[in-house]
């Protein structure tokens, strides 16, 4: 049962332009999102979050949207930059005490020059 | 660089053995998580750690166990392995208060089984 999901693996995007990357999760118990960047032989790195009180969160180029009734939520970044390539994975918390993170399975951004 | 260190980078071993993956966390980090990243998945939450106690468990194996020692590094071990434990493992640490809900992660170990 897969409580966060990226339904697209992959999403290839022109210099300059926008892209969004998508997340659906299925738990209403999630009270924290967060979006991390993952390059090929290192660790995710943190990018962006947002609390489920909120609808929007931006932090430069990065902008990330929660819709909570339709319990989905997405991360935009304007403009796209090639050095933006990398897998993004949108990561969930539910409630507190545990900080444990149930993540998606991540879709992979090309950004082309 | 997250500040959190894994030991070894690589791992080649065979089915049947036991191997220990080590993990420094962050300066003043009390938490430590441990995920799994199989081909094709996201990160599979296994374990975490709060000052020396285990706070979490996910979908750790029976065959997998782990510790936080009083100096807060972490270990996990991983025995009996087979084929299908072949996978890359990260740690992660954060503080436990404020916003230190997002973790930082370390460069993992990936891990083969042969």
Known sequence: DQQVKQNSPSLSVQEGRISILNCDYTNSMFDYFLWYKKYPAEGPTFLISISSIKDKNEDGRFTVFLNKSAKHLSLHIVPSQPGDSAVYFCAARSGAGSYQLTFGKGTKLSVIP | ?114
């Open chain 2, 1 to 114: 660089d997250s500040g959190v260190t894994q030991t070894p980078k690589h791992l080649i071993t065979a089915t049947g053995q036991r191997v220990t993956l080590r993990c420094s966390p962050r300066s003043g980090d009390l938490s430590v998580y441990w995920y799994q990243q199989s081909l094709d998945q996201g990160l599979q939450f296994l374990i975490q750690y709060y000052n020396g106690e285990e706070r979490a468990k996910g979908n750790i194996l029976e065959r997998f166990s782990a510790q936080q020692f009083p100096d807060l590094h972490s270990e996990l071990n991983l025995s009996s392995l087979e084929l299908g434990d072949s996978a890359l493992y990260f740690c992660a640490s954060s503080t436990r208060q404020g916003r230190g809900t997002e973790a930082f992660f370390g460069q993992g170990t990936r891990l083969t089984v042969v």
